[in-house]
């Protein structure tokens, strides 16, 4: 199963060398945590050119501040993932892709683990990721850390400087978000109302449709129309997964990519 494997183990020793200065026992650290730093990027940032920039940035600040290490009883790892928490927090500041917490809609419990689902051998690593970039920033770390890397609600609350409190509210509205992705995944597949109502333990048909609906208002703020464009659907298949008609769907994607240029040109 994805996110179970081992953490990685770094001998106490081999910390005080680096915390020393000897730059050997350093380049060992990074050995053994660089596969731990890099998955948690690589989950944030959803891109791998990005993710490898971004833990080699990690590494070279950790290399800046590993002579001021304390060991406060946590591996070292944990202290990595609060590096590389602010240095994806600056790359998304620089790209203006952060979207407040706030924004996101709720979703009502809908009986089916939607972790158990994105990590399950079944979903492929192309819609797992698209899952997770249905996340704001921040929820998307918490589920990273929490069901990636298995940390507890207090650990995460040290990584990202938050309450412990807070890392519970935070996993349980991207659990909520994450299951109405997985209800735009189905919709997208072809699936009709009733029969993704069939796939939910607790939901009717009618649910099914007002979730979906409210799902896809919200997505059409951010960008949906372009990104399934981009994924290849026609015209005629976006219009019928958003509910417009086709000209409705010509005029956002028009005005979409006219906004893409706008900001690369910016």
């Known amino acids: 199963m994805p996110g179970s494997r081992k953490k990685a183990r770094v001998p106490k020793d081999l910390i005080l060398q680096a915390v020393d200065g000897d730059r050997r026992a350093y380049g060992e650290i990074i050995r053994l945590c660089y596969k731990d730093v890099y998955d948690y990027i690589i989950r944030r940032v959803g891109n791998r050119s990005d993710a490898e920039d971004l833990t080699q940035t990690v590494f070279m600040r950790g290399l800046e501040a590993i002579s001021k290490y304390e060991e406060r009883g946590s591996p070292i790892t944990m ?7 602010n240095v994806i927090v600056d790359h998304f500041r620089v790209q203006r892709k952060d979207i407040d917490i706030e924004e996101l809609p709720e979703i009502a419990d809908a009986g089916i683990d939607i972790i158990e689902i994105i990590l399950s051998e079944e979903v492929s690593e192309e819609m797992r990721s698209r899952l997770l970039r249905f996340l704001p920033p921040r929820q998307r770390a918490v589920i990273v850390l929490k069901d990636y890397k298995d940390l507890q609600y207090s650990e995460i609350g040290q990584v990202l400087q938050i309450s412990e409190t807070n890392a519970k509210t935070i996993h349980f509205r991207a659990i909520e978000n994450l ?3 997985y209800l735009l995944e189905m919709n997208e597949a072809g699936l009709s109302v009733e029969e993704i109502s069939s796939e939910f333990n607790e939901m009717t048909a009618t649910q099914v449709r007002e979730e979906l609906d409210e799902a ?3 997505r059409l703020r ?7 464009h981009e994924r290849e659907f026609s015209v005629k298949r976006i219009a019928e997964i958003i509910g417009r008609d086709v000209s409705d769907v010509r005029m956002l994607l028009k ?3 006219a906004d893409r240029s706008d900001e690369e040109e910016a």
């Open 222 to 228: 951010n960008g949906y129309v372009l990104e399934l």
């Open 255 to 257: 005005q979409a990519l």
């Open 216 to 218: 896809i208002r919200w």
């Open 79 to 85: 202290w990595f993932y609060r590096i590389a928490h």
């Open 179 to 181: 299951r109405r992705g």
